[in-house]
């Protein structure tokens, strides 16, 4: 089945640091790959996905990269905010795979 | 506005007793899911339906039952053979058909105590 390997957190960072988050994912066929995220005693929002090879997803900032010749969707954003505080998840799914398959989640701290 | 609702919120029950929680979406999704979720576990899948009167066991669906009568609705029964079920429970939905992007419930924590 699909796995899913998301940079170790916690991560923590000054408010207008550059943000990267890696994450590396095992899927049968050409998935699409999606970064939610999870603020505090919520549910999990869709941050950005990308459907195809070579795609970019974007959203609020922030900006990830589908890299097939690597199986990477690193997440990245330019300058952080202290409201970017929250758990972010790395997930593949979606073609043979009807379901979406969850890294363990990398906790952002940001610091005024 | 369109979207999934899971009520309640917070649930607390005594150990040994049966729990169900609610799930209702009005997305016009086929497919719904049920996640668990703990302290740096992530997002374990329990039971995920793709269409009416159809569902499957995901990864831990030991001491969970589930139903599907109705499109707009997937609840969840927490029973007494779970034997750690206080955690954070979250509900899912999609479009279906190799078409993954899920839309989320607010989740409830259920605490056993």
């Known amino acids: 089945g699909d796995s899913v390997t998301q940079m170790e957190g916690p991560v923590t960072l000054s408010e207008e640091a550059f943000l990267t988050i890696n994450c590396t994912y095992t899927?049968?066929?050409?998935?699409?790959l999606f970064w939610y995220v999870q603020y505090p005693g919520e549910g999990l929002q869709l941050l950005l996905k990308?459907?195809?090879?070579?795609d970019k997803g974007s959203n609020k900032g922030f900006e990830a990269t589908y890299r097939k010749e690597t199986t990477s969707f690193h997440l990245e954003k330019g300058s952080v905010q202290v409201s970017d505080s929250a758990v972010y998840f790395c997930?593949?799914?979606?073609?043979?795979?009807?379901?979406?398959?969850f890294g363990k989640g990398t906790l952002l701290t940001v610091n005024p | 506005d369109g979207g999934i609702t899971q009520s309640p919120k917070y649930l607390f029950r005594k150990e040994g007793q049966n729990v169900t929680l609610s799930c209702e979406q009005n997305l016009n999704h086929d497919a719904m899911y049920w996640y668990r979720q703990d302290p740096g576990q992530g997002l374990r899948l329990i039971y995920y339906?793709?269409?009416?009167?159809?569902?499957q066991k995901g990864d831990i669906a030991e001491g969970y039952s589930v139903s599907r009568e109705k499109k707009e609705s997937f609840p969840l029964t927490v029973t007494s053979a779970q034997k750690n079920p206080t955690a954070f429970y979250l509900c899912?939905?999609?479009?279906?058909?190799?078409?993954?992007?899920?839309?989320f419930g607010q989740g409830t924590r259920l605490t056993v105590v």
């Open positions: 990308a459907t195809k090879a070579d």
């Open positions: 339906s793709q269409i009416v009167n159809d569902f």
């Open positions: 899927a049968t066929g050409y998935p699409s």
């Open positions: 997930a593949p799914g979606g073609g043979s795979n009807y379901k979406l398959t």
């Open positions: 899912a939905s999609s479009l279906g058909q190799g078409r993954a992007e899920a839309f």
